[in-house]
């Protein structure tokens, strides 16, 4: 394991231990929601089952399809405040 995985599993294990991790969802949830991201997704489902045809498309060939336009409907606003959530905390918890 690298040191790069190594922190990252520290890091993710401490957010879980002190429940920021689940908070730090809710946030994304929230956010994600009020800025229309959520509508836009659903939107491009429909667009995917409708251009392939309900019966041949699975779960997993929609996540694949669609991830990576979610990713980048993210606004850089939303990616940065989670980033300087995790940074405040990771320095108020800093061992």
């Not at 993210?74 to 320095?91: G, N, Q, T, Y």
């Amino acid at each position: 394991m690298s040191k790069e995985s190594r922190m990252r599993a520290t890091i993710n294990q401490k957010l879980t231990e002190m429940g920021e991790r689940e908070r730090l969802k809710e946030l994304l949830r929230a956010k994600l929601t009020e800025c229309g991201w959520k509508d836009q997704m659903k939107a491009h489902c429909k667009e995917v089952i409708k251009e392939k045809g309900l019966e041949h498309v699975t779960v997993e060939d929609l996540v694949v399809e669609i991830t990576p336009k979610g990713r980048a409907l993210v606004p850089d606003s939303v990616k940065k405040e989670l980033l300087h959530r995790i940074r405040a905390f990771l320095a108020q918890h800093a061992t």
